[in-house]
Nanobody, 120 residues
Framework: QVQLVESGGGLVQAGGSLRLSCAAS????????MGWYRQAPGKQRELVAA???????NYADSVKGRFTISRDNAKNTVYLQMNSLQPEDTAVYYC??????????????WGQGTQVTVSS
């Protein structure tokens, strides 16, 4: 089965920085895109940033200029560099992958989530 393992996250002060990582550890044959979503208590899950296998990036308006998404295709890993963090960035961040598993099925996979808390 496909497994996405997230690392990073934690507690930081407003204005600080944090770097998240997500690696596909098993079952992936090819990747179309990887990205990050976040969900705060009582709010809907929202797209933060995404990147295709070719390097095209998309960002939510709320994080443009502060967050940077990157990837290492050889390692099936995606990163999210978060700068100038604000309390409203506090949420559980989920890694997402769209691609084909080793059986040829294209699916949308999710990581376990990692907590990011920004104190004021």
């Amino acid at each position: 089965q496909v497994q996405l393992v997230e690392s990073g996250g934690g507690l930081v002060q407003a204005g600080g920085s944090l770097r998240l990582s997500c690696a596909a550890s098993a079952g992936i044959f090819s990747i179309n895109a990887m990205g990050w979503y976040r969900q705060a208590p009582g709010k809907q899950r929202e797209l933060v940033a995404a990147i295709t296998s070719g390097g095209t990036t998309n960002y939510a308006d709320s994080v443009k200029g502060r967050f940077t998404i990157s990837r290492d295709n050889a390692k099936n890993t995606v990163y999210l560099q978060m700068n100038s963090l604000q309390p409203e960035d506090t949420a559980v961040y989920y890694c997402n992958l769209r691609g084909k598993n080793v059986y040829g099925y294209e699916r949308n996979y999710w990581g376990q989530g990692t907590q990011v808390t920004v104190s004021s």
